[in-house]
């Protein structure tokens, strides 16, 4: 029953449309077709110049990180879990070169740790500490096992303790 109303109301909408087509001029279609492909070209141009490289490389990341399940993540947690990856590649930790090398050339200095946790100095241990133990929940080895993410857990794991001794012994 649901189908055919359904069907029915979308004949009549089509029919409206195509004979109000059918009875405007040619010239008050070409116009309203310009005036459309403006406007699309200029908020094209805006999402563009305002969007830049994260405007294709985020959307493409939320579809990745829901293939990867891993649990409970919501968009802002994916959205620092990327700025994450984002810088731990620019530092060159985050490659899979290094993945398989020693971790005596892994340190974190406290400027990248204070980055990685998504810090300001002068923040107290709590705050370390909390910010810390919810990420290590999102992205632990235990938690997430269809995903390597042993690498992530040990750099976050490394930051926190970077800065607890530096800033708070």
Same mark, same amino acid.
Request: glycine fraction near 6%; include cysteine; aromatic fraction near 10%.
């Given at each position: 029953m649901?189908?055919?109303?359904? $069907?029915?109301? =979308? +004949?009549?909408?089509?029919? @409206? @449309?195509?004979? #109000? +087509?059918?009875r405007a001029s040619s010239k008050k279609i070409a116009l309203t077709l310009k005036k459309i492909a403006v406007y699309l070209?200029?908020?094209? #141009?805006? @999402? /563009?110049?305002?969007? $830049?490289? +994260?405007? +294709? &490389?985020? !959307?493409?990341?939320f579809v990745l990180l829901s293939g990867l399940k891993i649990k409970g993540f919501t968009a802002l947690q994916m959205f620092q879990l990327w700025r994450l990856i984002q810088?731990?590649?620019?530092?060159?930790?985050? &490659?899979?070169?290094? /993945?398989?090398? !020693?971790?005596?050339?892994t340190s974190v200095s406290i400027n990248e740790a204070y980055k990685l946790l998504g810090l300001k100095k002068g923040c107290s241990k709590e705050e370390v500490l909390k910010v810390a133990k919810k990420l290590q929940q999102k992205i632990h080895p235990d938690k997430n096992t269809d995903v390597k993410? %042993? %690498?992530?857990?040990?750099?976050?794991?490394? #930051? #926190? *303790?970077? =800065?607890?001794?530096? *800033?708070f012994s």
């Amino acid at each position: 029953m649901n189908l055919i109303l359904i $069907g029915t109301i =979308i +004949f009549v909408i089509i029919y @409206l @449309l195509l004979n #109000a +087509f059918a009875r405007a001029s040619s010239k008050k279609i070409a116009l309203t077709l310009k005036k459309i492909a403006v406007y699309l070209s200029l908020i094209l #141009a805006a @999402l /563009f110049t305002l969007g $830049g490289k +994260f405007l +294709f &490389s985020l !959307p493409f990341l939320f579809v990745l990180l829901s293939g990867l399940k891993i649990k409970g993540f919501t968009a802002l947690q994916m959205f620092q879990l990327w700025r994450l990856i984002q810088f731990l590649k620019n530092s060159g930790r985050f &490659s899979q070169g290094q /993945f398989n090398k !020693p971790q005596g050339s892994t340190s974190v200095s406290i400027n990248e740790a204070y980055k990685l946790l998504g810090l300001k100095k002068g923040c107290s241990k709590e705050e370390v500490l909390k910010v810390a133990k919810k990420l290590q929940q999102k992205i632990h080895p235990d938690k997430n096992t269809d995903v390597k993410t %042993e %690498e992530l857990s040990k750099l976050v794991n490394q #930051a #926190a *303790d970077k =800065i607890i001794k530096t *800033d708070f012994s």
